[in-house]
Antibody, heavy 122, light 107 residues
Framework: QVQLQESGPGPVKPSETLALTCTVS????????WSWIRQPPGKGMEWIGN???????NYNPSLKSRVTISVDTSKNQFSLKLSSVTAADTAVYYC????????????????WGQGTLVTVSS | DIQLTQSPSFLSASVGDRVTITCRAS??????LAWYQQKPGKAPKLLIY???TLQSGVPSRFSGSGSGTEFTLTISSLQPEDFATYYC?????????FGLGTKVEIK
């Protein structure tokens, strides 16, 4: 059974770096696409980026200058770092798996973590 | 970036109603579109991918159609557990985007 769990240190101060980890169980992180998505309170979802093939990445152009997604295959985890945060980065952050469909040509998000609220505040 | 426009943003419906939600892409995305359902305080749930393929375990009252720039999600007979917010997502390019969502509420 595939499970994902987000974890992080809690509130973040403005201008600091937000860091989250997603621990994956039930499947190897060496395959599939692994994404981060966020949702500000009361608003819609925003795709942040993904990592695949044990290290290749794609990022949302609007966040690209501040985002790093990496993978630790030894721990079956992948991580998100978002630098220079502001109050606008306050959101529930989700990690999710994209598994190959469309004949291996698309990766819809079929398993999600429960989400973790990250608040940016001084 | 490919933008997705969902309509309506809000709809009020009754149990048993047929409901249709539209998602329009700013450029052609073939059939690389997925639909998700999200209930308050929960993670989204994948309903449909490749525009019209039902995810395993999703009730058959949900269906999707479309290709290119216009897509629809239809719920043939709305059930109490279907009151939620629905999002479309395009997977056509290396950078993915979501629509802003359609909230389905009880009339």
């Amino acid at each position: 059974q595939v499970q994902l769990q987000e974890s992080g240190p809690g509130p973040v101060k403005p201008s600091e770096t937000l860091a989250l980890t997603c621990t994956v169980s039930g499947v190897s992180i060496r395959s599939d696409y692994w994404s981060w998505i966020r949702q500000p309170p009361g608003k819609g979802m925003e795709w942040i980026g993904n990592v695949y093939n044990s290290g290749k990445t794609n990022y949302n152009p609007s966040l690209k200058s501040r985002v790093t997604i990496s993978v630790d295959t030894s721990k079956n985890q992948f991580s998100l770092k978002l630098s220079s945060v502001t109050a606008a980065d306050t959101a529930v952050y989700y990690c999710a798996r994209g598994s190959p469909r469309c004949g291996g040509d698309c990766y819809p998000l079929d398993y999600w973590g429960q989400g973790t609220l990250v608040t940016v505040s001084s | 970036d490919i933008q997705l426009t969902q309509s309506p943003s809000f709809l009020s419906a009754s149990v048993g109603d047929r409901v249709t939600i539209t998602c329009r892409a700013s450029q052609g995305i073939s059939y690389y579109l997925a639909w998700y359902q999200q209930k308050p305080g929960k993670a989204p749930k994948l309903l449909i991918y490749a525009a019209s393929t039902l995810q395993s375990g999703v009730p058959s009252r949900f269906s999707g159609s479309g290709s290119g720039t216009e897509f629809t999600l239809t719920i043939s007979s709305l059930q109490p557990e279907d009151f939620a917010t629905y999002y479309c997502q395009q997977l056509s390019t290396y950078t993915w985007t979501f629509g802003l969502g359609t909230k389905v509420e009880i009339k």
